[in-house]
């Protein structure tokens, strides 16, 4: 098999920055890649928030000037060395050095000015890729910009693109008027429908119609974006790229995590010695402020406190479920509404629920290990990681049967004690709060939930079979 090379685009990258599941996937799935012996380079924006510790060590290769229309605009590459990945940081301060990397008024020129400062950077730095891989919606224009301004050259006319769909709701939509003053591609593919929808720019659009391949993050997600319920007003692009459109679940890694020797967690164990786990439980208790007791089911949730997570089903019947002998510990940020209303909860029921209004990356694996119970009630969920991560460190999910949560998560049977965790099908309150009281009637069945606590911590989605599904659609893209 030839041995491939792929540069990675994206616009987050664990453990440089990261505002969401992007960065995980940017971080792990190209040191899968290059495990099956290719050449998986990554590229993203140099921004200002990431950590002295690793722009210290960046090597400077080399600095060139980019038009973006009428602009001429200074490109510098850095390179570094992360676990045996090559990294390399597009800098240019007017545009990464902000207050906050994506909510900017002119975020459209940000990430045009990125995708065309990759293309140029390719032949500079002498790495002809055979697929560039993109990522959201950031990366959309890049696909169009190399059909349209570089592949007549030579170094680029072979190379093909994949294009992944992390979350449909996020397009990246902006006026018409960017088509000629930022991006500088024909005005044809607007006048073609590649580029517009509702009569605007839609990045997103844009990587869908001009990639060769596109890829989503589950088998669930792939079909139900072809729906008017979850295309998100892209329903009809979905359909009419179905053709072109695959889905391979994110994995995680599992030697990053695994409490047999995480260094993160307060107690380390595994599925032949879970004792650890009960440890872990207990010392959360005392961290979280809440009554140390070994024989309350502990309810944790982290996220990204938005709609989209399920969080009004919750507020509607928090009295309720605060009336089932549980502790439940949360983490994230978001919506004002929702930070608000996990800190009344815990001003309410002080005993019963510990609100982090924050994001802590030492705590998240705490609360994961800690647990017995995980939630994620989500209205959708392209694929999820943390599901996963608490298979992996035998908390049991409970979730709604939606995108990759219905493709991970099989609902325990206790007619023949098979299942991992407990799911719901429709988005309602009721449903919701019925399965958590089903999962806390398991609970006090000591050997059930043990048996149950095993099955979740046998599962492997790790990221080594996605890896070679990716390998195999590279392939499949460059042998058609």
Not at 35 to 45: A, T
Not at 188 to 215: Q, R
Not at 230 to 251: A, F, K
Not at 262 to 284: A, F, H, M, P, V
Request: proline share 3%; with cysteine.
């Amino acid at each position: 098999m030839k041995k491939l090379k792929v540069l990675f685009v994206s616009s987050e990258l664990s453990p440089f920055i990261k505002t969401g599941g992007l960065a995980d996937v940017a971080g792990a799935l190209p040191k899968e890649l290059k495990k099956l012996v290719h050449d998986v380079r990554v590229v993203m924006p140099q921004y200002s928030q990431i950590p002295s510790k690793y722009i210290q060590n960046l090597e400077h290769l080399i600095h060139f000037r980019t038009r973006v229309v009428w602009r001429n605009e200074y490109v510098g590459v850095n390179k570094l060395d992360n676990k045996g990945i090559i990294t390399y940081f597009i800098d240019n301060k007017s545009y990464f050095h902000r207050d906050n990397i994506y909510e900017n008024e002119d975020k459209y020129l940000q990430f045009a000015y990125f995708c065309r400062a990759v293309l140029e950077m390719l032949p500079k730095i002498n790495f002809k890729a055979d697929i560039i891989h993109c990522n959201d919606w950031h990366t959309g224009p890049l696909s169009i910009m190399l059909k349209d301004n570089y592949q007549k050259y030579n170094f680029y006319k072979d190379i093909k693109t994949v294009y992944t769909i992390h979350n449909l709701r996020y397009q990246g939509v902006f006026s018409r008027r960017i088509l000629e003053d930022v991006l500088g591609i024909d005005h044809k593919y607007w006048d073609l429908g590649v580029i517009e929808h509702d009569n605007c720019i839609n990045y997103m659009k844009m990587g869908i119609e001009a990639s060769d391949l596109i890829t989503t993050v589950s088998n669930t997600y792939a079909k139900e974006i072809k729906t008017a319920e979850y295309g998100e007003g892209l329903d009809y692009v979905m359909r009419m790229n179905g053709d072109d459109l695959y889905g391979i679940l994110n994995g995680i890694s599992y030697k990053d995590n695994d409490p047999a020797v995480d260094n993160r967690i307060y107690s380390n164990y595994d599925i032949d010695n879970l004792e650890g786990k009960y440890e872990n439980k207990i010392k959360l208790q005392e961290e979280m402020g809440l009554p140390q007791k070994a024989d309350i089911p502990v309810i944790g949730l982290i996220s990204r406190l938005v709609d989209q997570k399920g969080l009004d089903l919750i507020a509607l019947v928090i009295d309720e479920l605060m009336q089932e002998d549980i502790q439940l510990v949360m983490l994230g940020t978001g919506s004002f509404k929702y930070e608000e209303m996990f800190k009344e909860m815990s001003r309410l029921y002080p005993n019963k629920v510990a609100a982090n209004i924050k994001y802590d990356a030492t705590l998240a694996q705490k609360i994961y290990a800690g647990s017995d119970m995980f939630l994620m009630p989500s209205k959708f969920e392209p694929c999820g990681l943390g599901q996963l991560f608490s298979l992996r460190y035998g908390t049991i999910p409970i979730v709604r049967e939606t995108g990759g949560l219905k493709d991970t998560i099989q609902s325990y049977n206790e007619v023949n004690g098979e299942g991992n965790g407990f799911s719901f099908t429709h988005y309602n309150e009721k449903d919701m709060l019925y399965t958590i009281k089903r999962a806390i009637s398991f609970y006090y069945k000591r050997e059930v939930w043990r048996k149950m606590v095993e099955n979740a911590m046998k599962n492997d989605f790790s990221w080594t079979n996605s890896a070679e599904r990716y390998i195999e659609l590279y392939n499949k893209l460059l042998t058609d």
